[in-house]
């Protein structure tokens, strides 16, 4: 079983930027493609990027150009830099991994 642990969240102003992370523990494989998702009130959860393990990254259209995934396959890390935030990033962020999900981390993006 894996647990994944997401932390970065928060309160910044459109334009800003925030640095997601999610530590993943208990039957990890490296192996494994890593991904981070976003759901908004109402709103369907969206995938937003994924990284491979050898560090293949894939986007959304609405966050290529402003939002980094990135892994630290030695401390079971996932990252993701956003950058030029809007309101419309405002969401609960979700890592994904080995069909694990994290409990969540918000962020909130004002105008």
């Known amino acids: 079983q894996v647990q994944l642990v997401e932390s970065g969240g928060g309160l910044v102003q459109a334009g800003g930027s925030l640095r997601l992370s999610c530590v993943a523990s208990g039957r990890v494989f490296g192996s494994v493609t890593m991904a981070w998702y976003r759901q908004a009130p109402g709103k369907q959860r969206e995938l937003v990027a994924t990284?491979?393990?050898?560090?293949?990254?894939n986007y959304a259209d609405s966050v290529k150009g402003r939002f980094t995934i990135s892994r630290d396959n030695a401390k079971n890390t996932v990252y993701l830099q956003m950058n030029d935030l809007k309101s419309e990033d405002s969401s609960v962020y979700y890592c994904h991994y080995a069909n694990a999900w994290g409990q969540g981390t918000q962020v909130t993006v004002s105008s």
């Open positions: 990284v491979s393990f050898s560090g293949v990254t």
